[in-house]
């Protein structure tokens, strides 16, 4: 099983709303990511859990806000977030935290910020 | 810095072969990687290769590895309409994939 999964597939928001997207994977990977896509642009990475401990954050705004529950969880957490957050954000994961360890990808949620 | 490159577009009739090429400017990347991502999806992993081999066939794909030049290829034999999407190469930088910009395939019937 190498599936990734991801809810919700869309959502709308407010710029005054507060949502959570969330990633969830049984595969007993180590590091998870969150990467934004916007339109025929290839993924951007935005953060990286490794071990359920934040190890990487690509200077992305306070308006987002990751969390790591346990191993097989994570959350994204949204606030007060601007029209140009509008994006696919995908959720991703791998055996282990180290560079040369393949990445699979869930199926994204598709966020529109009105 | 890293920097990963492909051409945008291409396009083939159902049943050629197609060819996606990628340049890649880490030579310490361990593997590199192709993925699929069709409209409104998320990006599927189809193949990936480890740096100290030149080529890997699976099925209808191909990747050839030219390391001295830092190039990618991938070819899809028998072309079909359902693989028209875009597809990327990534290549891993530390921690984190570096992925080109991606090569839109269009299958013409």
């Known amino acids: 099983d190498t599936e990734v999964t991801q809810t919700p597939k869309h959502l709308v928001m407010g710029m005054t709303n507060k949502k959570s997207l969330k990633c969830e994977q049984h595969?007993?990977?180590?590091?998870m990511y969150w990467y934004k896509q916007k339109a025929k642009k290839p993924p951007e990475l935005m953060f990286v859990?490794?071990?359920?401990?934040?190890?990487i954050n690509e200077s992305v705004p306070s308006r987002f806000s990751p969390e790591c529950p346990n191993s097989s969880l994570l959350n994204l957490h949204l606030h007060a977030l601007q029209p140009e957050d509008s994006a696919l954000y995908l959720c991703?994961?791998?055996?282990?935290?180290?560079?040369?360890?393949?990445?699979?990808f869930g199926p994204g949620t598709r966020l529109l910020v009105l | 810095g890293e920097d990963v490159e492909q051409s945008l577009f291409l396009s083939v009739r159902e049943g050629d072969s197609s060819v996606i090429n990628c340049t890649y400017t880490?030579?310490?990347?361990?593997?590199l990687y192709w993925y699929k991502q069709e409209p409104g999806a998320g990006l599927q992993l189809l193949t990936y290769?480890?740096?100290?081999?030149d080529m890997k066939q699976d099925q209808r794909l191909t990747v050839l590895l030219n390391k001295k030049d830092k190039h990618l290829s991938l070819r899809i034999a028998d072309t079909q309409t359902g693989d028209s999407a875009i597809y990327f190469c990534?290549?891993?930088?530390?921690?984190?994939?570096?992925f080109g910009p991606g090569t839109r395939l269009s299958v013409l019937p």
């Open positions: 859990y490794s071990y359920e401990k934040l190890s």
């Open positions: 290769i480890f740096s100290n081999m």
């Open positions: 880490d030579s310490s990347s361990t593997y």
């Open positions: 595969m007993g990977h180590r590091a």
């Open positions: 990534a290549e891993n930088y530390g921690q984190n994939f570096v």
């Open positions: 991703a994961s791998s055996r282990g935290p180290g560079g040369s360890e393949t990445q699979y």
